[in-house]
């Protein structure tokens, strides 16, 4: 009889695990995706969707009310152009690094089906200065 209620035990111990273990992966799932740089791309190119990271340059055109955008993204000594269309982050403007995701079309246009601004960091910033956080 003990060992009967230890397997029952044992096994919805497992059930819980696997139910937490795939809450977790299906979580993270999205945000932990790799992003490559415009030369890892150019050189392995993908027929399907991709992540790219970039620093957008200074000629950033906006149309459609602010939700179509089109811009030169630089990573390595390699630039990329980029039209999305969308809502944008409110930290984008040149100089900021994002991530974009889409397909590099025939054209040699990355069209993006999202657009992520990465947030500089404080503390990498006032300590690239040399000045101490708080």
């Given at each position: 009889?003990?060992?009967?209620?230890?397997?029952?035990?044992?096994?919805?111990?497992?059930?819980?695990?696997?139910?937490?273990?795939?809450?977790?992966?299906?979580?993270?799932?999205?945000?932990?995706?790799?992003?490559?740089?415009?030369?890892?791309?150019?050189?392995?190119?993908?027929?399907?969707?991709?992540?790219?990271?970039?620093?957008?340059?200074?000629?950033?055109?906006?149309?459609?009310?602010?939700?179509?955008?089109?811009?030169?993204?630089?990573?390595?000594?390699?630039?990329?152009?980029?039209?999305?269309?969308?809502?944008?982050?409110?930290?984008?403007?040149?100089?900021?690094?994002?991530?974009?995701?889409?397909?590099?079309?025939q054209d040699g246009v990355f069209h993006a089906r999202?657009?992520?601004?990465?947030?500089?960091?404080?503390?990498?910033?006032?300590?690239?200065?040399?000045?101490?956080?708080?």
């Open positions: 009889m003990r060992s009967r209620a230890s397997l029952r035990w044992l096994g919805l111990g497992a059930v819980v695990a696997a139910c937490l273990g795939y809450l977790v992966v299906s979580a993270t799932g999205s945000s932990a995706e790799y992003y490559q740089t415009i030369g890892e791309m150019r050189s392995h190119p993908a027929a399907g969707s991709v992540r790219v990271l970039g620093t957008v340059q200074d000629d950033v055109v906006r149309t459609d009310g602010g939700l179509h955008v089109r811009f030169t993204a630089a990573e390595g000594g390699q630039t990329m152009p980029v039209d999305y269309q969308g809502t944008v982050p409110d930290i984008f403007r040149p100089g900021i690094q994002v991530v974009v995701d889409g397909r590099l079309g999202t657009l992520e601004a990465k947030c500089p960091s404080r503390f990498s910033s006032a300590q690239a200065q040399g000045t101490p956080t708080r």
